[in-house]
């Protein structure tokens, strides 16, 4: 199997600790460097017409798109550690964590949506930088509140055990901490990452870690 | 349970599709009004810090939320009929066209977003609207590529049994038929799209057969 990887994607990093553990080693690894424009390459969007990394060869070349589809495939098809819960209703909860930064907060922040913004619509640096920040704040500060209540919060954003939730939470304040943005008022978030990057799966994945990091 | 619904939110859509197609009826359902605000009402903040819809409130009085980790519960606790394939690579290819649409399209679109857009921005209607038609476009494009080239594509989006995927794609369909989007270039999607509203689980869930519809 072949990851089509970039450093500083979050959506590709989330797959990057998954694949760590599932103690999963891509035979391939192939960087699709988003700021050169890489992903709009002819060859690139005919493995993946949406041009989004990551994607995720595998070995009868059938390529799986969307980082959250990769990321559960692996665990159906490597179940441990399992990176959901057993049952049903706790599933439903750390999904939704996942979700509520894969679909509230990332996609605002996508290199082309920041592009459209300052090509298209014209906004300043300034009007860019302070929509990144809002969509962060809107997105940490609902999900602050969603694990500070909850009982079903642990060390991790459920229970004891890292799950998707975390896969998707690390990588979203690394983000927002490369942004600058302050982290005082979400406590919680950053208990758990603290907790999650103890752990070698989280830490290798890191985007410094990797080897086309700048 | 009870329902958290609107009847324009697409999110909401795909749940109530859900849930016909399961055969459920839940006891009881609020209509969150989107553009009076009541998202953003205490109330409805302390069910859903995230102040979106849909939400699902269980029995127990448990509420998730996010219309996707929603229907994998039904689908869980629910198992007939399947609204993902058995196999680990096609369950991917579904979720990730699933994905396609929830994350890459639907949530720059989200009228908070649309608000920002114009509120902060000070974007014209005109731009506003080009946002929203640039976006869908781009989505549609890659996705018609996606499904109009893969033999895995059939009567619906994946194989002749009617999916997660096509759950997510009838209502971002039936968004960009509000925005009177030409939708010419994308023929395997409005052939999906038909193929689904035959169905009564589509067709009861539609916008316009909603109890709050306007």
Redesign the interface.
């Known amino acids: 199997m072949k990851l089509y990887d970039y450093f500083r994607s979050s959506a590709a990093y989330r797959v990057r600790i998954a694949l760590n553990f599932k103690g999963l080693t891509p035979d391939d690894r192939a960087f699709v460097h988003l700021r050169m424009g890489n992903q709009r390459a002819q060859d690139y969007l005919t493995l993946n ?4 990394v990551p994607a995720f060869e ?1 070995d009868d070349h ?1 390529v ?3 980082s ?3 990321i ?2 692996l665990n ?2 490597r179940p441990e550690p399992a990176l959901l819960p057993d049952m ?2 706790a ?3 750390v ?2 964590i ?3 930064i ?3 907060i ?3 922040n996508n290199l ?2 920041l592009n ?2 300052t090509g ?2 014209g ?1 300043t640096d300034e ?1 860019k930088n ?2 990144y920040r ?1 969509w962060i704040d ?1 997105g940490f500060e ?2 602050e ?2 694990l500070a209540r909850n009982r079903e919060t642990g060390t991790y954003c459920h229970g004891d055990t890292p799950t998707l939730a975390d896969i998707c939470l690390v990588p979203q304040l690394a983000n927002a901490r490369r942004f600058k943005i302050d982290l005082t008022p979400y406590p919680t978030l950053v208990r758990i990452e603290a907790a999650c990057n103890k752990l070698p799966a989280f830490a290798l994945a890191a985007p410094a870690r990797q080897p086309d990091a700048e």
Do not use: D
């Not at 017409?49 to 989004?52: M, T, Y």
């Open positions: 017409p949406q041009g989004l595998l059938r799986l798109t969307q959250l589809a990769i559960e495939y159906e098809i049903p209703e599933r439903a909860r999904r939704a996942a979700l509520s894969a679909c509230e990332h996609p605002l082309r949506v459209y913004l298209t619509l906004a009007q302070g929509w809002y809107v609902a999900l509140r969603q």
